[in-house]
């Protein structure tokens, strides 16, 4: 495997189930990332884990519960969501702290989450 | 008002033909600007990238940056079909590297044979 992989790629859900998107990358980086991304909508950032720590919680709800136990694994455990979570769930992994320049964020295929 | 403004299209050209897309962006403290193409089923992926004011070129795709308008373009020149993807532009503020991007909603480029 290479670069960011996500799985599932497709799932489906009740409102009143509980599942786990699971991401990993292969390229050594520092930094992971999960992103929502809506129709029409800019990708937005939900959370961030740097060195496996989480940095950034951009006002998620709390149906939402990230998971990082390592530096090349993230998860993301939904429960109780609404259709109006339903939505593409990208990952994204990157390395950060190096010095000046941005730092190229690699994203895997993403989960297409539909909640009924 | 949003941080960075982008025309999400569609937008739908000739094989061939010169595209420009564009993004807006409100914080002055912006200095690192990337572009993102997005093919149907994938993930976003880098496809170019400029610091501060200034113009980029890489093959047929030119990334240009007016900082004192608040604009910054890419241009591709000679389309074709594979160009055909979501282009979203990206924004970070110096020093850069803090994995905190903004992005724009994405332009949708269908480029028809």
């Known amino acids: 495997e290479t670069g960011v992989t996500q799985t599932p790629r497709h799932l489906v859900m009740g409102m009143t189930n509980k599942k786990s998107l699971k991401c990993e990358q292969h390229?050594?980086?520092?930094?992971m990332y999960w992103y929502k991304q809506s129709a029409k909508k800019p990708l937005e950032l939900m959370f961030v884990y740097n060195f496996k720590e989480q940095t950034e919680n951009n006002s998620v709800p709390s149906r939402f519960s990230p998971e990082c136990p390592n530096s090349s694994h993230l998860f993301l455990h939904l429960h109780t969501l609404q259709p109006e979570d339903s939505a593409l769930y990208l990952c994204a992994s990157s390395q950060v702290g190096t010095g000046e320049g941005t730092d190229t964020q690699y994203f895997g295929p993403g989960t297409r989450l539909t909640v009924l | 008002q949003k941080e960075v403004e982008q025309d999400p299209g569609p937008l739908s050209v000739p094989e061939g033909a010169i595209v420009s897309l564009n993004c807006t962006y409100s914080?002055?403290?912006?200095?690192?600007f990337m572009w993102y193409r997005q093919y149907s089923r994938k993930g976003p992926e880098l496809l170019m990238y400029?610091?501060?004011?200034g113009n980029k070129e890489d093959g047929r795709f030119t990334a240009q940056v007016d900082k004192s308008s608040k604009y910054i373009s890419l241009f591709i020149r000679d389309s074709q079909p594979s160009d055909s993807a979501t282009y979203l532009c990206?924004?970070?503020?110096?020093?850069?590297?803090?994995?905190?991007?903004?992005f724009g909603q994405g332009t949708t480029l269908q480029v028809k044979p």
């Open positions: 400029t610091y501060s004011s």
């Open positions: 390229l050594g980086h520092n930094a």
């Open positions: 914080n002055s403290a912006f200095q690192y």
């Open positions: 990206a924004m970070e503020v110096a020093p850069g590297n803090t994995g905190k991007l903004i």
